[in-house]
């Protein structure tokens, strides 16, 4: 069975800054995707980028980019330049080409960014 | 273009009564997930539907059925109602089986009392 860790329940930045989210998972299959999304307080859940794990390529997308660490099973979130409608609650999301069609989700991370 | 779509926003019932919420996705979607969102947790799959058919389902009691009709559209129904069915319950559309993408509606929030 897959997990998703997500350690950091609540974080904040100053608008303008950087600001790292952090994410482990774990499985036993090779081939996947992880994908970050945003859930604003109005709860619509967005999606904000995703990584195939057959990529060495960091994903990146606009002031969202990942690191992501296969060998380690690790896929961290950089937000850069940080604005106020970035305050939402972030979710690391994994599907395996053999889930079954599920996405596991972690427990998430609260971000709040202050004026 | 519309996004996914969910009715009610809102509902609130009593414990032992049923529930249907129902969800359109994406015009052109045709595969819709259900997953059940409790307060200060991450989503947990419910279930998956492509082509009017299930295609995964999750670890949640019989007591939940869910349906895809012809046009896309789904229901997901839930019997013998619990407190802890209280959540958020929100609806994904993808493009077709296998496509790693999905796209949440606003999702309906069940208050069990």
């Known amino acids: 069975a897959q997990t998703v860790t997500q350690s950091q329940p609540e974080m904040s930045v100053q608008e303008a800054e950087t600001v790292t989210l952090s994410c482990t998972y774990d499985?036993?299959?090779?081939?996947?995707?992880l994908f970050w999304y945003k859930q604003p307080p109005s709860r619509q859940m967005i999606l904000v980028i995703r990584?195939?794990?057959?990529?060495?390529q960091n994903a990146t997308e606009n002031r969202f980019s990942v690191n992501f660490q296969k060998a380690a099973k690790s896929f961290s979130l950089k937000i850069s330049d940080s604005q106020l409608g970035d305050t939402a609650m972030y979710f690391c999301?994994?599907?395996?080409?053999?889930?079954?069609?599920?996405?596991?989700f972690g427990k998430g991370t609260l971000l709040t960014v202050n004026p | 273009d519309a996004g996914v779509t969910q009715s009610p926003t809102h509902l609130i019932k009593t414990r032992g009564q049923h529930v249907t919420l129902r969800c359109s996705p994406i015009?052109?979607?045709?595969?819709v997930s259900w997953y059940q969102q409790v307060l200060g947790q991450g989503p947990q799959f419910i279930f998956q539907?492509?082509?009017?058919?299930?295609?995964g389902r999750g670890n949640f009691p019989d007591r939940f059925s869910a349906r895809q009709f012809p046009n896309y559209s789904s229901e997901l129904n839930v019997n013998a109602l619990l407190l802890g069915d209280s959540a958020l319950y929100l609806c994904?559309?993808?493009?077709?089986?296998?496509?790693?993408?999905?796209?949440f509606g606003p999702g309906t929030r069940l208050t069990v009392t």
């Open positions: 994904a559309s993808s493009l077709r089986t296998g496509s790693y993408e999905q796209y």
């Open positions: 499985t036993s299959e090779n081939n996947y995707y």
């Open positions: 990584q195939e794990a057959y990529k060495q």
């Open positions: 999301a994994f599907i395996g080409f053999g889930s079954n069609y599920k996405l596991t």
């Open positions: 015009s052109g979607h045709k595969s």
């Open positions: 539907y492509y082509e009017k058919e299930e295609r």
